[in-house]
């Protein structure tokens, strides 16, 4: 994914839903660790993606790493206040 010469907006959009899907079926799949390195990836490029942020906190809770876990959830709320799930 950085090897993109001609990055722009659709790119950076695009490698954001990649690595947050990618997150969403290597946490399902149990392989947690994987699933925080690809969600922080979809992080460098946009900080401020909730469904990366959960998906890195999910990764997290699963290995144990509550602090971490702790302070994604609360960025991701703080970025979208009334979604309910991530309160839960």
Known sequence: METVKNDNDEL??????????LSVVLNQSGDNREAIKIATKALQVDPNAVKALYQRAMGHMKC????????DLKAAIKLNPQDKNLRT
């Open 12 to 21: 950076k959009k695009l490698k954001i839903t990649i690595c947050q899907n």
């Open 64 to 71: 144990k790493n509550f602090n971490e876990a702790t302070q």
